[in-house]
């Protein structure tokens, strides 16, 4: 008897069903972001990020309290720095990771193709990059690009691989590659940790409280906090 009315009502329901189903969408697209990367692809529960006059002694006692603590699975020292990658007329700002030891590596790192699920083995023969940060740089596999430091040490590094990735934008270099393009060795400037999987957040917050007591500790970042 009233058409307009019957089908203002149809549409009007049916379009407010349609918000709905979007915003449920994008609500788990983007939850299961965080938990992807920091559950597949990076594979630790904090970061330790030390001052750059730590001493050996330092480091080895802080080695120490982790190799003996029983709910610590492993550890590893790495050089993490901010820098700008560049391919042609194209920038963007990233992390690089400097991996000293590359078996260890493999228990915090997962470098794979997004779609094939391909796994990369991190060597000399060139970096891995992030996939948006390479598409953003319009750069391919064998390509070569620049990586600066604060606008100084401007190197060219061949892309080996590009892996999968969500979150920020990350270049993954083996400490042997670093030392060859920059002449030095780099300063391990970051403690990875993973804890024991049944560990709450609160019981890594303890850990991180006890790692701040040492001399020359910065920061502790939380994975599942970042999640």
């Known amino acids: 008897r ?21 915003g449920f969408g994008l609500r788990d697209s983007i939850s299961s972001i965080s938990t992807h990367q920091y559950g597949e692809l990076q594979l630790f529960d904090c970061s330790v990020y030390v001052s750059d006059d730590m001493e050996k ?9 982790l190799k003996n603590h029983k709910d610590i699975e492993n550890y590893m020292d790495v050089c993490m720095l901010s820098v700008t990658t560049q391919y ?11 991996v000293g030891d590359l078996e260890a590596g493999k228990d915090f790192f997962v470098y794979q193709d997004r779609v ?17 940060t390479a598409n953003m740089l319009g750069a391919e596999v064998g390509d070569s690009i620049l990586l600066t430091e604060d606008g100084m040490n401007e190197r060219k590094v061949k892309i080996a691989a590009i892996c999968e990735n969500y979150v920020n934008h990350y270049v993954y ?12 060795v780099p300063f391990k400037n970051n403690l990875l940790i993973r804890a024991d999987e049944s560990l709450s957040l609160s019981e890594v917050e303890k850990i991180g409280e006890e790692i701040l007591q040492y001399d020359n500790i910065l920061n502790v970042q939380y994975t599942e906090s970042l999640v």
Do not use: P, W
């Open 2 to 22: 009233y058409k307009k009315r019957f089908f203002m009502t149809i549409f009007g329901i049916g379009g407010c069903m349609g918000l709905l189903m979007v």
């Open 88 to 98: 042609e007329e194209e920038e963007v700002d990233a992390y690089i990771y400097v």
């Open 57 to 65: 002694e330092d480091r080895e006692e802080l080695h120490t309290y």
């Open 116 to 132: 094939s699920k391909e796994q990369y083995e991190l060597n000399d023969d060139g970096i891995i990059i992030a996939e948006k």
């Open 173 to 184: 270099i083996t400490e042997s590659l670093y030392e060859e393009l920059y002449e030095e």
